[in-house]
Nanobody
Framework: VQLQASGGGLVQGGGSLRLSCAAS????????IGWFRQAPGKEREGISC????????VYATSVKGRFTISRDNAKHLAFLQMNSLKPDDTAVYYC?????????????????????WGQGTLVTVSS
């Protein structure tokens, strides 16, 4: 699976952005999708996951209530709607996919468990 994330940019604090993750080369519908982010000098953080079988979702505490993950199986796309953005949300955002993973909890949004990765898209939130 080849993944490509897009939709990043510069936004003021309190604003919104919608990231997209486009897949090619395989059926994205058969994969769990995760969104990760990495701020300068920090480790990569798993922030959300949507499962392949039932579409259930998991969020990290840091984004719960502000971010929404979704998928359009017909178009092989996944999305991350980000609202109420804060300067701390500034990071490079990545989408990832895995055919075997089922995310049950925040701890399972782990970079080591995802096989396929897209290039990142930079999100900058100004104060």
């Amino acid at each position: 699976v080849q993944l490509q994330a897009s939709g990043g940019g510069l936004v003021q604090g309190g604003g919104s952005l919608r990231l997209s993750c486009a897949a090619s080369g395989s059926d994205l519908n058969s994969h769990a999708i995760g969104w990760f982010r990495q701020a300068p000098g920090k480790e990569r953080e798993g922030i959300s996951c949507i499962n392949r079988s039932d579409g259930s979702t998991v969020y990290a505490t840091s984004v719960k209530g502000r971010f929404t993950i979704s998928r359009d199986n017909a178009k092989h796309l996944a999305f991350l709607q980000m609202n109420s953005l804060k300067p701390d949300d500034t990071a490079v955002y990545y989408c990832a996919a895995d055919a075997d993973l089922y995310c049950d909890s925040e701890s399972e949004i782990s970079a080591r468990d995802f096989t396929f990765w897209g290039q990142g898209t930079l999100v900058t939130v100004s104060s």
